[in-house]
């Protein structure tokens, strides 16, 4: 199962974002976590300096964009 955090306070991008990362992984069938970070600490230990951002399973994968669903389903195709 992947973990997947999406970093943010809670804007209208990071929102989107996590849209995005459960479509995308709905139409993969991929079985994951998701848990929303906001918390200016947690998002510091990934070196996140932009919101929105997304980690997996530990790796920092997206900071400070809305990426197309297209990009956001290659990187949990990985």
Known sequence: MKSIKILGRGCSKCERLE?????????????CEIEKV????EMSKYGVMLTP???VDGDLKISGKVPPKK????????
């Open 53 to 55: 951002a997304m980690v």
């Open 38 to 41: 906001s918390d200016m600490n």
């Open 19 to 31: 849209e995005l990362v459960i479509e995308a992984a709905e139409e993969l069938g991929i079985d």
């Open 71 to 78: 990009e956001v389903k290659a990187i949990l195709s990985l």
